[in-house]
C-alpha cells in the first residue's frame, strides 16, 4: 500500500522559511511524478509545483522564485524548500505522487499545517 507522509509544516513568522520533506513508500515502482498542493479552507486547491523525472519543475505564478522542489529518488522522498514567505502562504500542504503526469493524482499525503504570522 502506498503511503506518502509529510512532515516539516509549523508556524514561521513572515519572510521565513520552511523545509517539507515528503516520504513515500510501498510502491514497487518510482513514482513519474511528485509534488505539493495546498488548500486553504473555503477555496480551491492549488496545484503549488510538481517535479517530473526528466523534466524541469513546474510552479504556480505564486510561489516562482520563492520555492524550490527538490527529489531524491533512492530516498523515495520530495522535498518543498520554501523561502521569502507570506501570509498568504498560509494553508495545508498535500505531498501528491503518480506513476503519470496528472491533471489527477492518485496518491495524497494526509497534510501539514503551514502557518505564516504577521
Known amino acids: 500500500q502506498v503511503q506518502l507522509v509529510e512532515s516539516g509544516g509549523g508556524l514561521v513568522q513572515a519572510g521565513g522559511s520552511l523545509r517539507l520533506p515528503c516520504a513515500a513508500s510501498g510502491s514497487r515502482f518510482s513514482f513519474n511524478v511528485m509534488g505539493w498542493y495546498r488548500q486553504v479552507p473555503g477555496k480551491q486547491c492549488e496545484l503549488v509545483t510538481t517535479i517530473t523525472s526528466g523534466i524541469s519543475p513546474d510552479y504556480a505564478d505564486s510561489v516562482k522564485g520563492r520555492f524550490t522542489i527538490s527529489r531524491d529518488d533512492p530516498k523515495n522522498t520530495v522535498y518543498l524548500q520554501m523561502n521569502s514567505l507570506k501570509t498568504d502562504d498560509t494553508a495545508v500542504y498535500y505531498c501528491?505522487?503518480?506513476?503519470?503526469?496528472?491533471?489527477?493524482?492518485?496518491?495524497w499525503g494526509q497534510g501539514t499545517q503551514v502557518t505564516v504570522s504577521s
Open positions: 501528491i505522487a503518480d506513476y503519470r503526469v496528472g491533471p489527477k493524482y492518485n496518491y
